[in-house]
């Protein structure tokens, strides 16, 4: 087993990935910014609610937001540390064309990659979650929490995240490198859809489909109920559906969300070796 | 036979100054013609993310005004967005791929430098903020009530003067870092958005923590201009729109001089410690 390529390739992806993403700075200044980001994200939305509902925060409305975007932070975090390395190894260090010619299966190395923001988006959930709870009355008890829900939902939505995060991987090998995160910024796109921040009902009718055929949308309900069962059922998006129906959706959503990823990566990586774009960079 | 024509004009001031921006945003133009993905993740998906906020604002009641701060707040995102990657962290890449050595070794200035890479960026932003502002008003039925179309321009003209003054001043720190630079600039976008008020009135941030955010000039061009084509603008606001016009005035000399003379220091220092063709890995 130690001597498989794609485990080798996603170990060594996920050290290599670890140390590029910590070795810039001191432990401490690491911390802060891995907090500071994450509260003010969250804290954007608290101050939005408190203005207009005068702080009441006792509301179930208000735990579904603030679980949502908490729980959210894994997209961005996910989609990002997998597309990124493309930008980072082709036109940052380089090596993307040797990485190519080596003995590496390149998307488990992508996967390994990405477990370094997998790691840090993680801890800034975690950090979230810890300032709603003490702070914000958003309601936890240990007791009440489906732990096996909450840890099958986890892991089933890390791997769905990984597969789109394969995707952007695709698209980016094709693309210059913007000045943003292409990640980023799918994932405050799809904010949209998921039902991340408000129940679906609030979209108009001919956008829900789109939530609706989404496995991020079942993956932060799963989250949700797995969490804070009784709050999540006051909502009626998915009150008909039972846990496992819903794992049951969320397993073949991601199914067929990888199937498609899995497809225009090849295609993409393909035509990025077609038009010599392996080792293009695009500095504008 | 020589490689190159020889210069036959040489140029200097303010020639110099506008041929730079000019060269500079050049390519940048070019990129974004042979380049066309930008126009999806630059104007449409942002577009969706601020309609993510109008729909909590929906879902939680808030007043229709509110739709409206989201909408126009998300256009200046795009100014906020353009200063920071476009402008202040673009140095980080010009000095990995050896550009940013040249540009100090030119007789350009790196105020000249930095404009053009801004307004290079320029179109995507502008295109971006009109698309939110358009798209975002039609579809949200977000109604306007402008009270002074003049004050309205010069808070915009103004906001944009100092909001690119303290991109060039903090692009200057940008010529000692390295790697940081890149997460810095990461860092300076949910913060800031928290602190201009971006979704929502500053004033709710209270007075210090309004005053605070004010430093960056997005705040109060934000909050003048909201307190200028919205009804429930005025009484929403965290100053007078005077008091926020000489504000902005204030702020606009200010990081422009600092910028001059902090970007003219940081290079010296930079080339003293040796940091223009760092390449920490």
């Given at each position: 087993?130690?001597?498989?390529i794609?485990?080798?390739?996603?170990?060594?992806?996920?050290?290599?990935?670890?140390?590029?993403?910590?070795n810039?700075?001191?432990p401490?200044?690491?911390?802060?910014?891995?907090?500071?980001?994450?509260?003010?994200?969250?804290?954007?939305?608290?101050?939005?609610?408190?203005?207009?509902?005068d702080?009441?925060?006792?509301n179930?409305?208000?735990?579904?937001l603030?679980?949502?975007n908490?729980?959210?932070?894994?997209?961005?975090?996910?989609?990002?540390?997998?597309?990124?390395?493309?930008?980072?190894?082709?036109?940052?260090?380089?090596t993307?064309?040797?990485?190519y010619?080596?003995?590496?299966?390149?998307?488990?190395?992508?996967?390994?990659?990405?477990?370094?923001?997998?790691?840090t988006?993680?801890?800034?959930?975690?950090?979230?979650?810890?300032?709603?709870?003490?702070?914000?009355?958003?309601?936890?008890?240990?007791?009440?929490?489906?732990?096996?829900?909450?840890?099958?939902?986890?892991?089933?939505?890390?791997?769905?995240?990984?597969?789109?995060?394969?995707?952007?991987?695709?698209?980016?090998?094709?693309?210059?490198?913007?000045s943003?995160?292409?990640?980023?910024?799918?994932?405050?796109?799809?904010?949209?859809?998921?039902?991340?921040?408000?129940?679906?009902?609030?979209?108009?009718?001919?956008?829900?489909?789109?939530?609706?055929?989404?496995?991020?949308?079942?993956?932060?309900?799963?989250?949700?109920?797995?969490?804070v069962?009784?709050?999540?059922?006051?909502?009626?998006?998915?009150?008909?559906?039972?846990?496992?129906?819903?794992?049951l959706?969320?397993?073949?959503?991601?199914?067929?969300?990888g199937?498609?990823?899995?497809?225009?990566?090849?295609?993409?990586?393909?035509?990025?070796?077609?038009?010599?774009?392996?080792?293009?960079?695009?500095?504008? | 036979?020589?490689?190159?024509?020889?210069?036959?004009?040489?140029?200097?001031?303010?020639?110099?100054?506008?041929?730079?921006?000019?060269?500079?945003?050049?390519?940048?133009?070019?990129?974004?013609?042979?380049?066309?993905?930008w126009i999806?993740?630059?104007?449409?998906?942002?577009?969706l993310?601020?309609?993510?906020?109008?729909?909590?604002?929906?879902?939680?009641?808030a007043?229709?005004?509110y739709?409206?701060?989201?909408?126009?707040?998300?256009?200046?995102?795009?100014?906020?967005?353009?200063?920071?990657?476009?402008?202040?962290?673009q140095?980080?890449?010009?000095?990995?791929?050896?550009?940013?050595?040249?540009?100090?070794?030119s007789?350009a200035?790196?105020?000249?430098?930095?404009?053009?890479?801004?307004?290079?960026?320029?179109?995507?932003?502008?295109?971006?903020a009109?698309?939110?502002?358009?798209?975002?008003?039609?579809?949200?039925?977000v109604?306007?009530?402008?009270?002074?179309?003049?004050?309205l321009?010069?808070?915009?003209?103004?906001?944009?003067?100092?909001?690119?003054?303290?991109?060039?001043?903090?692009?200057s720190?940008?010529?000692?870092?390295?790697?940081?630079?890149?997460?810095?600039?990461?860092?300076?976008?949910?913060?800031?958005y928290l602190?201009?008020?971006m979704?929502?009135?500053?004033?709710?941030?209270?007075?210090?923590?309004?005053?605070?955010?004010?430093?960056?000039?997005?705040?109060?061009?934000l909050?003048?201009?909201?307190?200028?084509?919205?009804?429930?603008?005025?009484?929403?606001?965290?100053?007078?729109v005077?008091?926020?016009?000489?504000?902005?005035?204030?702020?606009?000399i200010?990081?422009?001089?600092?910028?001059k003379?902090?970007?003219?220091?940081?290079?010296?220092?930079?080339?003293?410690?040796?940091?223009?063709?760092?390449?920490?890995?």
């Open positions: 087993m130690r001597n498989s794609s485990l080798r390739s996603f170990i060594s992806a996920s050290w290599l990935g670890w140390k590029i993403e910590s810039w700075t001191d401490f200044l690491f911390a802060t910014y891995s907090i500071i980001k994450p509260l003010a994200s969250a804290g954007i939305l608290v101050i939005m609610y408190s203005i207009v509902t702080q009441n925060f006792n179930p409305m208000f735990a579904y603030y679980l949502g908490a729980f959210y932070q894994y997209v961005p975090a996910v989609l990002s540390g997998i597309s990124w390395t493309i930008i980072d190894d082709r036109e940052h260090y380089r993307l064309k040797y990485i010619i080596a003995p590496v299966n390149i998307p488990l190395y992508l996967f390994g990659r990405g477990v370094a923001k997998f790691l988006g993680s801890f800034a959930v975690i950090i979230t979650l810890l300032a709603g709870f003490l702070f914000l009355k958003v309601p936890f008890d240990f007791q009440q929490v489906n732990w096996l829900l909450f840890v099958v939902s986890l892991i089933l939505g890390i791997l769905m995240l990984a597969l789109l995060g394969l995707l952007l991987a695709g698209i980016t090998l094709i693309t210059a490198r913007h943003y995160y292409i990640g980023d910024v799918v994932a405050s796109g799809l904010f949209l859809f998921t039902g991340a921040i408000f129940p679906l009902e609030v979209l108009p009718v001919w956008i829900r489909p789109i939530g609706y055929a989404l496995p991020i949308t079942y993956w932060l309900e799963l989250l949700r109920r797995s969490l069962g009784n709050i999540a059922k006051t909502f009626p998006t998915f009150t008909s559906m039972s846990n496992l129906d819903l794992i959706v969320l397993l073949l959503t991601s199914l067929i969300a199937l498609i990823a899995i497809f225009l990566f090849n295609k993409c990586n393909h035509s990025a070796r077609e038009r010599g774009l392996i080792d293009v960079a695009t500095n504008y | 036979m020589a490689l190159v024509e020889p210069i036959s004009k040489k140029r200097s001031g303010l020639k110099l100054f506008i041929m730079t921006v000019f060269g500079r945003s050049y390519p940048r133009l070019v990129g974004m013609q042979r380049e066309r993905s999806f993740f630059d104007i449409f998906v942002p577009l993310s601020v309609s993510a906020y109008v729909f909590v604002y929906r879902a939680i009641g007043p229709e005004d739709v409206g701060f989201v909408v126009v707040g998300g256009a200046m995102t795009a100014f906020w967005m353009n200063i920071l990657w476009n402008m202040s962290s140095l980080y890449w010009e000095k990995e791929q050896g550009n940013l050595a040249l540009y100090i070794i007789p200035s790196m105020m000249a430098i930095l404009l053009g890479m801004a307004l290079g960026g320029l179109f995507a932003t502008l295109l971006r009109i698309a939110i502002m358009i798209f975002g008003s039609l579809i949200f039925n109604s306007y009530y402008v009270v002074s179309f003049w004050q321009i010069a808070i915009f003209s103004l906001s944009m003067i100092a909001l690119y003054g303290l991109g060039m001043m903090s692009a720190i940008f010529l000692l870092l390295s790697r940081e630079a890149w997460h810095i600039s990461n860092l300076a976008t949910e913060p800031v602190l201009s008020g979704y929502f009135p500053v004033k709710n941030l209270g007075f210090w923590g309004s005053a605070f955010g004010s430093l960056i000039p997005l705040t109060l061009g909050d003048a201009i909201r307190q200028l084509i919205f009804k429930s603008g005025p009484s929403l606001g965290f100053l007078s005077k008091i926020e016009i000489i504000s902005l005035i204030i702020l606009s200010i990081y422009l001089i600092a910028a003379f902090l970007l003219a220091h940081i290079e010296k220092l930079a080339m003293r410690e040796g940091r223009l063709t760092e390449n920490r890995r």
